[in-house]
């Protein structure tokens, strides 16, 4: 029979019982047997957790760290208790305590947010990367991070012909949307924003109109967008980035 | 003076620019640091983002504290311990690199010997017996490994969602097969199946995390 399958290897690690089949298989099979014995001492560790609680530190302590370290006053942990959402599962990451404490800490965030942005938007000295691209250069990227709900990652940047053109080469990873994608630049705050089109594939090339000042409109944001007509953006943006000088 | 030599054409799709470091802020700050994903948070750690600092403490100081009062027993010395973990990996952070392992098994790492120290100094205290020194430091190790594993799947237990928690629950405590498993709260096989299956292999590449994060040292 074949190896067994992750599903039966899991049950029989937490204690269902294999069928003669599997259990024959498992006899000869040193890949599913030692498989099977690596969830079963996990699944026996999971056990031996069983009604133990985490002690969260007391606050001084951060008070201790912040103090030995000189950091800086703002920086401080949000409210304790939301789970950290890894990439490995897909999971959106979870929203930090929830209620009114939440929502003003986002509110210090956006503001930081938007400070950071101010300094690092895109400036008019163009970094040129020496002898890379005889016609080309790349004056500003972005990385684009998935917004909550989304898995996908990709990149973008900026290219400025000899005659001064400009052109946003926006990468992103596959997405399941209904619909299309759509590649939509937006002031810091996101609430104006330019459109540059629709994204066929993982790729697509942008003309940046002429004048568009990137100081004002530099983030790169990409979108699904259903097929109903309106022109205007969805508001379920798949990937979002800065676009800032290269390093 | 000879013409200059002209360069070939580049290629219509350039591949992608190498020069890129490490997360510019301003993308890491487009989002408050709570919903950073744990890649976004290593990398932003690692550019030196005092934010990054914070909201790894955030996320696992409670982790930390726990680890080092369960192996120390003392509320006094869990709380030097955390505040040494954090600011060693702070100041360390130049030994992390995050393309080469999770920041959070790094920093139990970093927990697991802060705990081993002041364990071996508390014995030296004990008693200025050099040899009672290394019996006792080698007796605990093992001790400490085995606490921080218990300690991880209570962290990673409490990070589960629903159903994900219940249906573990379930399994582990209650006894149930998947079949009654899925009956009781009415949930189709495959979902509950899938959920076993994925929060056992999250358990266990959390558990090799703590293992492989035995080795470094800042």
Redesign the interface.
Known sequence: MPHLG??A???H????PATPAERRHLAECDRCARELA??RS??A??????G???????D???E??SA??G??PD??????G????????G?R????GGGAS?GR??GR??L??AA??V???VGGGAVV?AG?????T?VA???L?P??GWTASG?A?LEEGADGTRTL?V?VSRTEEDGFRAVWLLDQDATRLVSLGALDGD?G?FAVPPGLDLDEF??VDVSAEPFDGDPAHSGDSIV???L?R?? | MTAPQIAAQPPRLPPRPTRRTALPRTVAHLRPPPEWDDEALARAFEAGDEHALAEAYRRWAAYVHTLALRTLGSAADAEDVTQQVFVSAWRGRSGYRADRGALRGWLTGITRHAVTDALSRRSRDVRDLHALAQRAERAEVPDVASVAERVTVVDELEQLGEPQRTILALAFYGDLTHDEIARRLDLPLGTVKSHIRRSLLRLRDRLEEVRDGAAPRV
């Open positions: 992750s599903d290897l899991a049950l690690a937490v204690g269902e690596v969830l996990t699944a560790s999971a056990r031996a957790g069983v133990e609680a985490l002690v969260p530190a007391p001084a302590v951060w201790r760290i030995e370290l950091l800086a920086v401080r942990p949000g409210p304790a939301a789970a950290s959402a890894g990439p490995q599962d999971t990451p979870a929203r930090p939440a800490s986002r965030w956006l930081a947010v950071g942005l300094v690092g938007a990367a890379q691209r005889p016609t080309e790349v990227e972005a990385r991070d917004l909550p990149d940047w080469v990468r790729e090339r530099p983030v979002r980035g800065a800032d290269p390093a």
